[in-house]
């Protein structure tokens, strides 16, 4: 227990109360899974992204949630149509750089959507965070194969030098602003089973940046909470067909006792 | 027990006997799951959306169902493009205007598939139905912000204006053409927690349109179908991810005696 | 048990260590539950399509898979070019050819991926084999209408004459290249009841061809292990949503003595 614990408890409870219409424009995989990951959780998603709409819709949105996981140009002319809008409202904007280093195009998506807009979050796994410094490292699809204490040494000097926050996730989660170091060891390791694990988490830590004005705890409590839940989805699966249906219902289920008592979060 | 009851019976025996292909243009975040619910209901889906193909395809089927929720503009010129060549064939066509109110170019989609097509029933939440009527609601999102009652003062009036049946869904769903009103009482509250699950019953609707050739009992036939699917899904559920699953199983196991005993049709 | 079934568990066994990186460029109806698919059996899916993305992404894969599913002219373009790549570097390419025969474009884009890169494997139903050899069969959306019977007796003639193996499914599975005829008895009557089975069984087919240079035994032990994933999932399944999920756990959790006692392949 923390007082990190009971700020994930705080803030679910008025993601629940307040259900926060979380902009998405993300990857074909994971659409449907995300889109339930955040309504168990208690938010609103909406996923919409022609460009002739995305300024509009992300005027009513609590954050936008941008993944490049399937990427071509149009969307990505859409994304940086609506980051440059959440930007000029100062809604968040939270960024999953998804297998950014494994491609040109991924990477260059990724470092233009950080330089074209106010990003608020990155979250990614430490070979997608290490991408956008201009390391030449090459992630292999949308793996890790850079350590998360690798990361935890750059990250915040990456941090500061892009302004914003970075919660990278691995078997121990790190989320730094440069200034603050908070790591979470919520998690299971039947997650990197199910795909669309890292993208929801993403999406989740959105719905947290929606209530929580400070993007280091929001991040941290959002992953806490989102790995918590995994935690207790394990308990009741077979495997990861049955985790992943779990994680939804431990999303929706858990209580503010068992988020006070169950979140680890550590900060450095 | 009601004589609809019964023709819900009948109509769900007639889809697992015809296995009617439904051709679906619809969003991305729902397809698979929209797939997998006409598929355990006993329909034969296929989803197909290129502008040199939906001509064709539709050509084989026994109804078009259009789902607005992740357009841009090049599907909505082969959601026209297949929606002409469906009232050609006299092919019942389903419309779901899904988030209609909340930009133009959902609103203005909505009304221009029903300007220039021969659609037979729409089927969306009270605030999206109302959106039709050039009203200046605004949807938050997917989610309603109108009443059902709203829309029963009005939707007999819209429903002969547009020339077509409406099925507005909510925690009571009602049906009408303008002469008759229906009221459909199955659901369950966990349904709203699951993404697509308006979009799947707009999907099952086309499913009784492809064997029913009134829309207004296919309409509150299917409604109470799905509905009571859901309340059989909700008793083996621990929340919506369990619930989501067993939705599909009850739509493939329920059995004439269990729907024409479970559906809850109100004709006023 | 037999050569074949022990083959299948040293298969899965190398898939399982190596985590052979497949890229799917596939159908937006399936692309979540074929890279659960993938994961749970123990490789790692890649869903990119971008055509200035997917020369760079197939470099790094074991297998190229795709598939036909909701294709537009842009997208067939981008499989055209992942493919003349996959065929140069010598990586397998294993096509799903779903609904040619249909439509037009479906039929057309089938013929020309074959002529114009190295196919190594093609799965499908019956209808949709047949459907390359310009029979003018017409299959009904995705649904076999032709018998796996029919296909047998064309299918070792039609291998020849384009060059590659066909894996052709139904009841009972036939893969040939032509010289060599193996039969697959695995599967279950469930599964045409969850939308993707057949493409996922494709991209299983990639998998096992990421380790297996044999074509005809990739295919046919990537089809068994498949289908007894499906027979142990039936074991637990109250209808085809719980059939869906527990499908993956048993890919998870199928030990290679399950494989080898389990799986049955018949060599003629």
């Known amino acids: 227990m923390s007082d990190l614990s009971e700020k994930a408890a ?6 629940r109360e307040k259900r926060p219409l979380i902009h998405n424009i993300t990857n074909f995989v994971v659409m449907n899974y995300t889109a339930n990951v955040l309504l168990a959780a208690g938010a609103s998603p909406v996923m919409a992204h022609a460009e002739n709409e995305v300024e509009e819709m992300v005027s009513f949105a609590g954050s936008l949630v941008l993944n490049i996981g399937t990427l071509t140009d ?3 002319a859409s994304m940086l149509k609506a980051a440059r809008k ?3 409202l100062g809604t968040p904007i939270v ?3 998804v297998g950014s280093g494994a491609t040109r195009l991924r990477t260059n998506t990724a470092r233009e959507i950080i330089t074209r807009a106010r990003v ?7 070979s997608e965070i290490l991408s956008l410094r201009g390391a030449d490292s090459k992630t292999k699809g949308v793996d890790t194969i850079h350590s998360v204490d690798d990361a935890a040494g750059s990250g915040g000097e990456l941090a500061r030098e892009l302004g914003l926050t970075l919660a990278i996730t691995g078997p121990v989660d790190l989320v730094t602003d440069g200034l603050r170091i908070v790591k979470v060891e919520n998690g299971h390791p039947l997650m990197p089973f199910v795909t669309g694990t890292g993208c929801s988490a993403t999406a989740i830590i959105g719905a947290f940046a929606a209530v929580d004005p400070d993007p280091v705890t929001a991040a941290a409590t959002a992953l806490a909470f989102f790995g918590l839940s995994g935690e ?4 009741k699966a077979a495997g990861p067909g049955s985790f992943m249906i779990a994680l939804l219902d431990a999303l929706y289920n858990l209580t503010p006792e068992e988020i006070v008592s169950g979140c680890r979060i550590i900060q450095a």
């Open 232 to 235: 207790k989805a394990a308990e």
């Open 95 to 97: 960024l999953d750089p």
């Open 86 to 88: 959440a930007s000029m």
């Open 74 to 76: 149009v969307w990505v």
């Open 120 to 126: 608020t979050i990155v979250r990614g796994n430490a």
């Open 10 to 15: 705080e803030n679910i409870r008025l993601i």
